[in-house]
């Protein structure tokens, strides 16, 4: 549903920093702050919109805001269902939502061959770093996801439940430290460089990647030269009026997503409740998808930025990937799926060099990149 937008009323709404990103709270209520941000957003949305108007197509305006509105309130009322105990109801509300925002997709990134053209040059680097506790060398399967046979490690993350693993990658080596929580001087910690895999002779996975990287302040804040700013959009026009209409529809839900966590040591994340509801409805299409086509596989993806921190949402992309619940063999309880879409170097030692950013250099320039089976 697309509403006409100026670029000036794109502006007054989103240049209000209670819209920016990531959202620092006080951890006390998560409903409640939830609420007062999406209700603060239609609130804008509805002053600008009135503007609006006059001299364009009022019935589209108008009913575009209600479409909003109906975005919002089933966010919170999925969180609600999920915070009083009922886990299946607020599926059932976020998958509604998701329907409704598949009818005005933000931008999905074809990673796949299929969408390979000829000479195709794949600057697509990303970086993986695992804390561990011996320094011996690893193979390239401690660095994948969590194997089936260690589920019970997995912890709950943004975008993947206790006990069910998923890949996260970064787009650079010092935000995957960041991620993890690690230092020079804090112990042992490996990293390799992960490349998708494109070649259809070897993977046959259709991979799309959802984008859920964009904060409100990206639309006007793109002429940093700050050099550790990493957050480049060369994929998508900003400045297209489509993009911009889209992400007011798109806006509440990388908003709920996008929350830091106030207390790491608790077991429970209200702040995880959205993400993890996406990845939830993200298994359902890749299941079902799987399951009508038996051509090739298929892989979905989330482009986010970090929400370690304020300073961390600005070092890079996230992406994650979910494990399909196959596994390869006994022998190798990884999923095969995400084993044939990957190739990667074997893990170094992060601090065997003077610096991260060194590491990385070495990692970047490094071409002996496989399977994890070979």
């Not at 920016?20 to 209520?29: A, E, M």
């Not at 299946?88 to 509300?93: E, G, H, R, S, V």
């Amino acid at each position: 549903m697309i509403i006409d937008i100026s670029d000036s009323n794109f502006r007054k709404i989103f240049q209000d920093k209670s819209l920016y990103l990531p959202i620092r709270w006080d951890g006390v209520d998560f409903y409640n702050n939830l609420e007062n941000l999406l209700n603060n957003y239609c609130k804008l949305i509805e002053i600008e919109v009135n503007y609006l108007n006059e001299g364009l197509k009022k019935d589209r305006n108008n009913f575009g805001v209600l479409h909003i509105k109906k975005i919002c309130n089933l966010i919170k009322k999925s969180v609600k269902h999920y915070l009083d105990g009922f886990p299946a109801k607020a599926y059932d509300c976020f998958s509604q939502v998701m329907h409704l925002l598949q009818q005005t997709p933000l931008r999905v990134y074809k990673k796949s061959c299929f969408e390979i053209l000829e000479n195709y040059d794949d600057r697509l680097s990303l970086y993986r770093v695992a804390k561990v506790e011996d320094n011996i060398p690893y193979a390239r399967t401690r660095i994948f996801h969590t194997p089936y046979n260690l589920r019970s490690r997995v912890s709950s993350s943004r975008y993947s439940i206790a006990g069910y693993p998923s890949l996260y990658l970064g787009t650079s080596l010092e935000l995957c430290c960041e991620e993890v929580h690690y230092n020079l001087n804090n112990g042992f910690a490996i990293a390799s460089k992960f490349k998708i895999e494109r070649n259809i002779e070897y993977n046959d996975t259709e991979i799309n990647v959802i984008e859920l990287a964009l904060k409100p302040q990206d639309f006007f804040e793109q002429n940093r030269d700050d050099v550790t700013y990493r957050r480049r959009f060369d994929e998508v026009d900003l400045h297209d009026p489509s993009v911009r209409s889209a992400y007011l529809l798109w806006y509440p839900l990388i908003a709920a997503s996008s929350f830091i966590r106030t207390n790491k040591n608790h077991p429970f994340a209200a702040e995880y409740i959205v993400p993890q509801l996406l990845m939830q409805w993200v298994r359902s299409e890749m299941a079902t998808n799987n399951e009508e086509n038996t051509d090739y596989d298929h892989l979905i993806g989330i482009r986010y930025f970090s929400c370690a921190s304020e300073r961390a949402s600005d070092m890079g992309f996230n992406y994650v990937f979910p494990v399909s619940g196959s596994k390869i063999s006994s022998e190798y309880p990884y999923c095969p799926i995400l084993a044939k879409a990957f190739r990667l170097t074997k893990p170094y030692f992060i601090n065997e060099y003077p610096d991260i950013i060194s590491c990385e250099r070495v990692l970047r320039h490094d071409m002996d990149i496989d399977f994890i089976k070979n």
